[in-house]
T-cell receptor, first 114, second 113 residues
């Protein structure tokens, strides 16, 4: 069965500082990996996704993530955090193909301080 | 493209009552998903439709839960005899037939008193 671990429940960073959110997955085949962001009271917005090809994936809002098969990781990064990035971030793994049963991690809540 | 919409956004009900939620997917999407999200957790898969066919149901979907997508467009999720443990955010998502990205709606927050 597929699973996702996000080891950090809360992270606090200063505005302008760099950010890295950790994600480790468990899946038997080549995974389909996603990062979503959720603002309070809102649905989830896709930041980026990895299906195949280049292991460094660029997303929206200046985010990027790197797929490392040897470490079963898909960490999310941003070089300079803005106050508007404060939200909850979810890493997810999917089965692939035309059908996507997506399994989410428990999320990392990001706080940005001035 | 107006995105995935869900109605109502909030629902407060008393234990034992029935509730029904509606999801309108992006019009060209033939795949529709329901998830449940409780406080401090990520969304958990409940069920999945391809057109009007319900192809998979999670064990989380007890007998009190039923989902339909009668014409392959909008979907409803009904919870009968609600319990306090049903309090959660219910999220709907849709995707293209051959695509792998799910687009999420804003969710329906259910509170069972």
């Amino acid at each position: 069965a597929q699973s996702v671990t996000q080891p950090d429940i809360h992270i606090t960073v200063s505005e302008g500082a760099s950010l890295e959110l950790r994600c480790n997955y468990s899946y038997g085949a080549t995974p389909y990996l996603f990062w979503y962001v959720q603002s309070p009271g809102q649905g989830l917005q896709l930041l980026l996704k990895y299906f195949s090809g280049d292991t460094l994936v660029q997303g929206i809002k200046g985010f990027e993530a790197e797929f490392k098969r040897s470490q079963s990781s898909f960490n999310l990064r941003k070089p300079s955090v803005h106050w508007s990035d404060a939200a909850e971030y979810f890493c997810a793994v999917g089965q692939g193909g035309g059908y996507q049963k997506v399994t989410f991690g428990t999320g990392t809540k990001l706080q940005v301080i001035p | 493209d107006t995105g995935v919409s869900q109605d109502p956004r909030h629902k407060i009900t008393k234990r034992g009552q029935n509730v029904t939620f509606r999801c309108d997917p992006i019009s060209e999407h033939n795949r529709l998903y329901w998830y449940r999200q409780t406080l401090g957790q990520g969304p958990e898969f409940l069920t999945y439709f391809q057109n009007e066919a319900q192809l998979e149901k999670s064990r989380l979907l007890s007998d009190r839960f039923s989902a339909e997508r009668p014409k392959g467009s909008f979907s409803t999720l009904e919870i009968q005899r609600t319990e306090q443990g049903d309090s959660a955010m219910y999220l709907c998502a849709s995707s293209w037939r051959q695509g792998n990205e799910q687009f999420f709606g804003p969710g329906t927050r259910l509170t069972v008193l």
